[in-house]
């Protein structure tokens, strides 16, 4: 089974063991009521089995898409909000190269690629249009309804530059579509016009479809291993189904937030030390907080990237109000590091670091800032991931889905609805005087 991901905290004195094993009780139901499948919400949760029993025949047709988009491409444009392009702009860029885009096409494993559709921003639009618009496009608009304002405005956009330069035949080659199996503006444009299809899942919200068509083909356009990423999830589900407290990481890493929060800890911060993974943290901020934030409860999700953070946001951490606690997100092995070199004049004093590597010193510095938060009153935990690889992504990516799922039902809310996210589209659509 090789490493597993590792969970515990750097101030035992935050959260105690008794504490814990007066929660075992809780999570034994948590663990009922997420695989019966019959908790609050439970007819979304397709997500729990995926990883082993998911559709091969579509897997492959993935794959097939992906070759094919990423010989005929130069750009590719992922059109969608929210769980439709977070999953997988996560593992493009913590799988990629830090620069993708920019390198030369013969060193990429495939086209450029984009996201458009979540915002309303005129300025970015029409600049995404001024770097791709001479360029051979692919388009993959995800939207379980089509309907969606966001993508669908940008949909409206690139499906108009697609026809008016391939006529309506070649911009239906050019065109996918992952969207409901049967129903919705989407599904009936798609069905008309002849685009290649991948389905939503109808027991798998958004926010946990990053296994899905929606995330697995624009990460395998990416020339990313998603055999390797479901292999990891596949793991994962072993490892995270096991009923044992003391045996579960991510069930310790749910019953200790939810300890936290118990104790007063409103805030979450989760901090990490690459840029790659700056999008993992959205992903991250949408799962926690759309499956928690409801009935007056959850725990605020806030991300930092250190050590670039530390620099602005460390003070108030440190010294600020104690309502928040961090978890660090750490990559015991990363995919690429570098040696320091010692200079023939010692300048900035920095050779004592020669022949020590940057993570190395990253290392120190993430040991360092934990012991400094738990001394100043900051709980802080710890999330250790083997290796920066596509299977460990996966592994990564179920243990979060299921933490999620238990913290929310310790909580006693629904983890899987999103009330509130239809609160501001009545007021908006009522402002736009939508008929």
Same mark, same amino acid.
């Given at each position: $089974?090789?490493?597993?991901?590792?969970?515990? $905290?750097?101030?035992?004195?935050?959260?105690?063991?008794?504490?814990?094993?007066?929660?075992?009780?809780?999570?034994?139901?948590?663990?009922?009521?997420?695989?019966?499948?019959?908790?609050? =919400?439970?007819?979304? @949760?397709?997500?729990?089995?995926?990883?082993?029993?998911?559709?091969?025949?579509?897997?492959?047709? /993935? #794959?097939?898409?992906?070759? #094919?988009?990423?010989?005929?491409? *130069?750009?590719?444009?992922?059109?969608?909000?929210?769980?439709?392009?977070?999953? !997988?702009?996560? !593992?493009?860029?913590?799988?990629?190269?830090?620069? +993708?885009?920019?390198?030369?096409?013969?060193?990429?494993? =495939?086209?450029?690629? +984009?996201? @458009?559709?979540?915002?309303?921003?005129?300025?970015?639009?029409?600049?995404?249009?001024?770097?791709?618009? *001479? #360029?051979?496009?692919?388009?993959?608009?995800?939207?379980?309804?089509?309907?969606?304002?966001?993508? @669908?405005?940008?949909?409206?956009?690139?499906?108009?530059?697609?026809?008016?330069?391939?006529?309506?035949?070649?911009?239906?080659?050019?065109?996918?579509?992952?969207?409901? &199996?049967?129903?919705?503006?989407?599904?009936?444009?798609?069905?008309?016009? %002849?685009?290649?299809?991948?389905?939503?899942?109808?027991?798998?919200?958004?926010?946990?479809?990053?296994?899905?068509?929606?995330?697995?083909?624009?990460?395998?356009?990416?020339?990313?291993?998603?055999?390797?990423? $479901? &292999?990891?999830?596949?793991?994962?589900?072993?490892?995270? %189904?096991?009923?044992?407290? !003391?045996?579960?990481?991510?069930?310790?890493?749910?019953?200790?937030?939810? /300890?936290?929060?118990?104790? %007063?800890?409103?805030?979450?911060?989760?901090?990490? +030390?690459?840029?790659?993974?700056?999008?993992?943290?959205?992903?991250?901020?949408?799962?926690?907080?759309?499956?928690?934030?409801?009935?007056?409860? =959850? /725990?605020?999700? !806030?991300?930092?990237?250190?050590?670039?953070?530390?620099?602005?946001?460390?003070?108030?951490?440190?010294?600020?109000?104690?309502?928040?606690?961090?978890?660090?997100?750490?990559?015991?092995?990363?995919?690429?590091?570098? *040696?320091?070199? #010692?200079?023939?004049?010692?300048?900035?004093?920095?050779?004592?670091?020669?022949?020590?590597?940057?993570?190395?010193?990253?290392?120190?510095?993430?040991?360092?800032?934990? @012991?400094?938060?738990?001394?100043?009153?900051?709980?802080?935990?710890?999330?250790?991931?083997? *290796?920066?690889?596509?299977?460990?992504?996966?592994?990564?990516?179920?243990?979060?889905? &299921?933490?999620?799922?238990?913290?929310?039902?310790?909580?006693?809310?629904?983890?899987?609805?999103?009330?509130?996210?239809?609160?501001?589209? &009545?007021? $908006?659509?009522?402002?736009?005087?939508?008929?």
């Amino acid at each position: $089974m090789g490493k597993e991901i590792l969970f515990h $905290m750097e101030d035992a004195s935050s959260v105690r063991p008794h504490e814990l094993e007066y929660l075992e009780p809780a999570i034994t139901r948590v663990h009922k009521l997420i695989h019966s499948r019959k908790g609050p =919400g439970g007819e979304f @949760a397709g997500w729990v089995d995926l990883p082993l029993n998911y559709d091969r025949e579509e897997f492959n047709r /993935i #794959k097939e898409t992906a070759r #094919k988009i990423r010989e005929t491409s *130069e750009v590719f444009i992922v059109i969608g909000v929210g769980g439709s392009y977070l999953g !997988a702009r996560s !593992a493009l860029e913590l799988l990629q190269h830090s620069f +993708y885009n920019q390198l030369p096409a013969n060193k990429r494993k =495939g086209p450029e690629i +984009y996201f @458009a559709g979540f915002n309303i921003s005129p300025a970015y639009l029409t600049h995404l249009l001024d770097i791709t618009r *001479e #360029k051979e496009l692919t388009l993959n608009v995800i939207s379980k309804s089509g309907t969606t304002l966001e993508p @669908a405005l940008s949909f409206r956009v690139f499906r108009d530059l697609l026809e008016k330069r391939y006529g309506k035949k070649g911009a239906r080659e050019r065109i996918v579509a992952t969207t409901d &199996k049967s129903k919705g503006a989407l599904k009936k444009l798609a069905d008309e016009e %002849g685009y290649t299809t991948f389905t939503v899942p109808e027991d798998i919200g958004g926010r946990y479809s990053v296994l899905t068509a929606v995330g697995l083909l624009p990460i395998s356009v990416g020339g990313i291993d998603i055999d390797e990423i $479901m &292999k990891g999830a596949a793991v994962g589900h072993q490892l995270y %189904g096991r009923e044992s407290l !003391a045996e579960n990481a991510c069930y310790q890493y749910a019953a200790t937030r939810n /300890i936290l929060y118990r104790k %007063g800890k409103v805030i979450e911060l989760l901090a990490t +030390y690459d840029p790659a993974f700056l999008y993992f943290s959205e992903w991250w901020k949408q799962l926690f907080g759309e499956s928690e934030g409801k009935d007056g409860k =959850g /725990i605020f999700p !806030a991300s930092a990237s250190f050590t670039r953070d530390l620099h602005s946001l460390g003070q108030l951490i440190q010294d600020g109000c104690r309502n928040l606690f961090s978890t660090t997100l750490w990559i015991e092995s990363p995919a690429v590091d570098k *040696e320091i070199d #010692k200079l023939e004049e010692d300048i900035d004093g920095l050779d004592y670091l020669a022949g020590k590597s940057f993570h190395f010193v990253n290392n120190k510095a993430c040991r360092g800032v934990m @012991a400094a938060h738990a001394s100043g009153g900051v709980p802080s935990l710890k999330i250790t991931v083997p *290796e920066q690889t596509p299977f460990y992504y996966g592994q990564m990516v179920y243990f979060f889905e &299921k933490a999620c799922a238990a913290s929310a039902y310790l909580l006693g809310v629904n983890p899987f609805d999103q009330p509130g996210v239809e609160a501001y589209k &009545k007021k $908006m659509f009522s402002l736009l005087a939508k008929p």
